[in-house]
């Protein structure tokens, strides 16, 4: 069983930065997918970015030139910059046991249980 755990959240002005981290213990094989979604208020789950074992990379629009995703092993992270305030959002580590990169939720079988993002005026 995969286990995910984040951390890094807080809050920042806008025009700030942050960086989150996502720890994945249980992973089985070599190849496998991780990435990183949020949720505001009221809004459903969006995909933000997304990382495989070879270090392909996928983001959002919304986020792109702003946030980027890395990973040490199986530690991803996630480093956000110029932070807007339509970037508060709990926000979710996910991953898969295979590779694909995808900003879908259904693609991804492990949930963390999120951290939260705050970002102010």
């Known amino acids: 069983q995969v286990q995910l755990v984040e951390s890094g959240g807080g809050s920042v002005q806008s025009g700030g930065s942050l960086r989150l981290s996502c720890t994945a213990s249980?992973?089985?094989?070599?190849?496998?997918?991780m990435a990183w979604f949020r949720q505001a208020p009221g809004k459903s789950r969006e995909g933000v970015a997304a990382i495989n074992t070879g270090g392909e990379t996928m983001y959002a629009d919304s986020v792109k030139g702003r946030f980027t995703v890395s990973r040490d092993k199986n530690i991803m992270y996630l480093q956000m910059n110029s932070l807007i305030l339509e970037d508060t959002a709990m926000y979710f580590c996910?991953?898969?046991?295979?590779?694909?990169?995808?900003?879908?939720?259904?693609?991804?079988?492990?949930w963390g249980q999120g951290t939260q993002v705050t970002v102010s005026s």
């Open positions: 249980g992973f089985t094989g070599n190849s496998n997918s």
């Open positions: 996910a991953a898969r046991g295979r590779t694909g990169l995808y900003l879908l939720s259904w693609r991804y079988d492990y």
